[in-house]
């Protein structure tokens, strides 16, 4: 009786959000373990199927700020509604797609309604929390638990049951998530439910949010930080194989280990930024991070491998910090729609991540490839330090 007493209602908001992006996330990284069978059973190359995750993931951030103007307008709840339930729809449409066209349209259509959920969760939650970076990093770890889950579950059922049936996963997920957010979420009030939308997508305006300086820094931040996120995300495992020398299997129970590592130290680096201050938090993300990803190029033997695992799993947990910066130079009636435009601004420009870093691999192998990337996190180290050191202002 004391837990149940002790489970506040925020806990149930924070609890069915985290949820949420845990579907909309399992549903994204459904595809790429199944890469294989879709260009058998349509017929194309990987590059025609890479285009097509290449939109998904650009769809993903590109909706990301209207969706906080949807939120303005209409409210949270049934924003999220429709990013989950749209999450369940076109990834079934994906797992019944007949021709190749169809499974482009719905994965990018997937894309497009999935993130409509991550801005509009995280205005959602600071209206809930004063501890905001507390509860991001909660919410945030939906992420990274999905990246443990989805690539485990959808290799074993496309293996005994065929890749349309490992894709559906996402739908029966997404599904159950979707009614218990609709059972025990409530309405909230529309910060701007009379201004016509049109009015939001004035230029000047949007110009003004990203030109303060506080919010211009931390998106220059952000781009740092997403383009090494996009990238390890994308080619971790390849580098493991390939520079490294590890199986295929040690190169996945190690990717799989870095989700682990960043779903538990997100809500660490929430509670830092919530108590010492966002910058201390990102300065020691920044730290782990790139002294992580120089383990992984430099120091041989498997020791090097677990620390590194750690240390980039805790550094690239970096938006629990950053993020709430944002918040905090946001009023709480520009937050739904200020927060998703930046998230547009900087995941746009970082989801360059995975494009530049295989040029850099291509042109001068993965040593100066992610060496490269251990120097963005130091860049961004030294943009902090420097800030406080000269009180800036930013």
């Not at 609890?15 to 996330?25: D, G, P, V």
């Not at 349509?42 to 939120?71: C, D, H, K, R």
């Not at 999905?146 to 065929?162: D, E, S, T």
Request: hydrophobic share 55%; net charge neutral.
């Amino acid at each position: 009786m004391n837990t149940l007493a002790r489970w506040r209602y925020r806990d149930t908001v924070l609890a069915l959000c985290t949820l949420a992006f845990f579907a909309t996330m399992v549903a994204r990284l459904a595809i790429s373990p199944v890469v294989p069978d879709i260009t058998e059973t349509f017929e194309v190359s990987n590059s025609v199927v890479g285009i097509a995750l290449s939109g998904l993931w650009m769809t993903y951030f590109l909706v990301q700020f209207p969706s906080g103007i949807m939120a303005d307008r209409f409210g949270e709840r049934p924003v999220v509604l429709l990013a989950v339930g749209g999450t369940a729809v076109t990834t079934l449409l994906i797992a019944l797609a007949p021709t190749f066209w169809v499974f482009l349209f719905a994965t990018l259509a997937l894309g497009a309604l999935a993130g409509l959920h991550y801005s509009v969760a995280t205005t959602l939650l600071t209206r809930t929390y004063d501890n905001i970076g507390s509860a991001i990093g909660i919410h945030n770890g939906g992420g990274p638990l999905a990246g443990l889950v989805a690539p485990v579950l959808v290799a074993w059922i496309a293996v005994r049951y065929g890749w349309r049936p490992a894709v559906a996963l996402g739908a029966i997920i997404a599904v159950p998530i979707f009614v218990l957010f609709a059972w025990r979420v409530e309405p909230t009030e529309p910060q701007r439910p009379d201004q016509p939308m049109r009015e939001r997508l004035e230029l000047e305006p949007l110009i003004e949010v990203l030109s303060r300086p506080p919010i211009a820094f931390t998106v220059g931040l952000a781009i740092c930080c997403a383009f090494v996120w996009q990238a390890i995300a994308s080619f971790m495992p390849t580098f493991l194989m390939d520079h490294r020398g590890h199986s295929q299997t040690l190169a996945g129970v190690v990717f799989s280990a870095y989700f682990v590592v960043q779903t538990i130290t997100q809500v660490g680096v929430g509670a830092v930024s919530d108590r010492y201050g966002r910058d201390l938090a990102a300065a020691g993300c920044m730290i782990c991070g790139s002294s992580g990803l120089l383990l992984f190029v430099f120091v041989p033997g498997f020791l090097a491998i677990g620390l590194g695992v750690v240390l980039v799993g805790t550094g690239l947990g970096w938006g629990a910090a950053l993020l709430p910066r944002v918040m905090d130079n946001l009023s709480e009636a520009e937050r739904g729609a200020g927060f998703g435009l930046v998230r547009t601004v900087y995941g746009v420009i970082g989801s360059l991540g995975s494009v530049g870093t295989g040029f850099f691999a291509d042109q001068f192998g993965w040593a100066v490839s992610f060496t490269i990337l251990a120097g963005f996190l130091a860049l961004v180290l030294v943009a902090l330090v420097a800030n406080y050191v000269l009180r800036l202002g930013y």
